[in-house]
């Protein structure tokens, strides 16, 4: 072999040898973070009061404790989440959730003991404070999910700041969010009747975040309503489908005959109408979703 490809080899191998050992630093691994963390996981409202914003963040760990086990992957909260092993599956925003070799990579620097690596990139990334559609495109989960991660996860979520989730209701994922349960808080194309911008606008009472002031800014309440209005994407893009014949309950002012905070309700030969309610009124309303994503009633009555 001449002494030419020798050279080549041996710089060729080092090269490999110096990619394998960066692979496995903080430093080499915190663009994912970057990507796909730190949108929810930073600043004053970090989720779960976890901060992916620096080294010293991910070894102090979350609210719940530490996330990150040296040299124990399996053992790690951090990798669980990734994986799914623990729910809900992490980024809060997927399916997509990350790649099987990004996991790895996660998991490989975890398995050589946390190293730190070797450039100054460290300290706090800066991180755009919102998050909007490009204009013209229309609002999906992603753009919404780190409102709810910040300001309502840290009770509607198991074993919660109140303990079990409040009325049972979770705002950890895509599919908690939406679900129909017992009941819907969200109406996919009709914000006016969905609970959950009731509950944000102060239609309904107590407003939400049950922790405020402060309550969301006019523009995440506007963000917010545009997503339900706009069919409530998922992070794909795809709309959700209406719930027909999910049920619906919510409290708030007739403004009209029968208009209810500007959600149109839909009266029937089978409403049943107590303590005659006049325009001006606090109702209550209880009814369930037909195919057009209106409340029919079912009873309303005068508070
Ligand atoms: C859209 C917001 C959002 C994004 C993006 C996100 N998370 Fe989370 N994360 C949350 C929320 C909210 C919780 C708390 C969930 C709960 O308790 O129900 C959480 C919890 C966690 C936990 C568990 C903390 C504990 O001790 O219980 C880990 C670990 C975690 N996230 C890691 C990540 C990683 C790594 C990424 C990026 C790959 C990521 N998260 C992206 C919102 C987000
Ligand atoms: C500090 C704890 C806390 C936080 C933070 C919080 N909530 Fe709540 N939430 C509650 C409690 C408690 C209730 C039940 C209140 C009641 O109706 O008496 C509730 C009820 C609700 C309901 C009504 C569920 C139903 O159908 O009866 C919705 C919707 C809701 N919250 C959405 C949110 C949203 C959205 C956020 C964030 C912007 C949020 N919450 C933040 C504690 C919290």
Redesign the pocket.
């Known amino acids: 072999m001449s002494i030419y490809k020798k050279l080549l080899i041996a710089s060729v191998s080092a090269l490999f040898c110096s990619v394998a050992h960066a692979e496995s630093t903080y430093v080499s691994i915190q663009p994912l973070f970057q990507q796909h963390c730190l949108l929810c996981h930073s600043g004053q409202h970090a989720a779960a009061g976890l901060s992916l914003d620096s080294y010293e963040g991910i070894k102090k760990g979350s609210l719940r404790g530490s996330v990150v086990k040296a040299s124990d992957p399996e053992g790690s909260e951090l990798i669980r989440r990734l994986k799914g092993n623990s729910q809900p599956r992490m980024p809060m925003t997927g399916p997509p959730f990350l790649t099987d070799a990004e996991i790895n990579r996660v998991a490989a620097w975890i398995k050589a003991g946390l190293p730190k690596g070797q450039t100054a990139a460290n300290g706090s990334q800066n991180v755009a404070s919102s998050n909007k559609p490009d204009a013209g495109k229309p609002v999906n989960y992603t753009h919404v999910a780190p409102?709810?991660a910040r300001?309502?996860v840290?009770?509607?979520t198991e074993r919660?700041?109140?303990g079990s989730a409040?009325?049972g209701?979770l705002?950890n994922s895509y599919a908690a969010t939406l679900s129909a349960g017992d009941?819907v808080?969200i109406i996919p194309g009709n914000s006016a009747a969905s609970?959950?911008y009731?509950?944000?606008k102060g239609y309904?009472?107590?407003r939400?975040?049950?922790?405020g002031p402060p309550?969301?800014s006019a523009d995440e309440i506007a963000l917010i309503a545009g997503w339900i209005n706009d069919g409530a994407r998922d992070s794909s893009g795809r709309k959700a489908p209406i719930p027909t014949g999910a049920r619906v309950?919510?409290e708030g002012q007739l403004n009209a005959l029968w208009n209810v905070d500007g959600a149109t309700l839909i009266i029937t030969g089978n409403t049943r109408i107590k303590k005659i309610p006049r325009p001006g009124d606090r109702v209550r309303v209880e009814g369930w979703v037909n195919a057009q994503g209106q409340v029919e009633v079912e009873r309303i009555r005068r508070r």
């Open positions: 409102i709810f300001r309502c840290k009770c509607h919660g700041l109140m409040p009325e209701y705002l009941r808080r609970e959950l009731r509950r944000i309904s009472m107590p939400m975040p049950h922790d309550y969301l309950r919510f």
